[in-house]
């Protein structure tokens, strides 16, 4: 998996937008770039995955430049119950070692 | 509910003993990832088998073992334990080694007290 770069901590207020960019500079031509949430005590889940331009979901937004160098996951008007860790990954496929690194732990406070 | 369970949920256990964690992958997964994460540490991969076979090993200790049954559930197996090894220890499990995704399936974790 291509090496990533995150913010090691973000702090919000309810109702607000919170924007987590990723690093990825070394990313292949096949890597698609995946995003996960990780609450206390629990196992981590997959909230998204993209590989160009914009994707959306139900739980957040995933945009990547022209250039797929970096990454910016969007999470609209987020509550306290979305104070978690958050995981970039960066891969062509997860065929080998899911390395997940430190995230950015995201605190929302009222 | 992500498919993939984990037994037991939590085990105390002595310095010096030895455990057997153990995971069922969600139905037709043949990959199975073993993670630990101490406190205030992130996920440290430690071992990934695909259908029975070892396919990367990450930082795993050598007192730490794994294995992957016909059945396709997986075993981490930790010995002479440490005060050290106390830790949550999870298990994923994902689909076929096709391109395009790193989607992962987490089961609850089993949070290993060593006393």
């Known amino acids: 998996l291509a090496k990533t770069t995150q913010p090691i901590s973000m702090d919000s207020y309810e109702g607000q937008e919170v924007n987590i960019t990723c690093s990825h500079n070394n990313i292949a031509t096949n890597d698609y770039i995946t995003w996960y949430q990780q609450f206390p005590s629990q196992g981590p889940r997959f909230i998204i995955q993209?590989?160009?331009t914009k994707v959306t979901n139900e739980v957040a937004s995933l945009f990547i430049p022209a250039d797929r160098k970096s990454s910016t996951l969007s999470l609209p008007r987020v509550s306290l119950s979305d104070t978690a860790v958050y995981y970039c990954l960066v891969g062509e496929f997860s065929g080998y070692a899911l390395n997940f690194g430190k995230g950015t732990s995201l605190l929302v406070t009222p | 509910d992500s498919g993939v369970t984990q037994t037991p949920k939590h085990l105390i256990t002595a310095t010096g003993q030895r455990v057997t964690l153990r995971c069922s992958p969600r139905s037709g997964d043949l990959s199975v990832y073993w993670y630990q994460q101490s406190l205030d540490q992130g996920l440290q991969f430690l071992i990934h088998?695909?259908?029975?076979?070892?396919?990367a090993k990450g930082n795993i200790l050598e007192r730490f073992s794994a294995q992957q049954f016909p059945d396709l559930h997986s075993e981490l197996n930790l010995s002479s334990l440490e005060l050290g090894d106390s830790a949550l220890y999870f298990c994923?499990?994902?689909?076929?080694?096709?391109?395009?995704?790193?989607?992962?399936?987490f089961g609850q974790g089993t949070r290993l007290t060593v006393v």
């Open positions: 993209g590989y160009k």
């Open positions: 994923a499990s994902s689909g076929n080694l096709g391109q395009g995704s790193l989607e992962a399936f």
């Open positions: 088998y695909y259908n029975g076979e070892e396919r």
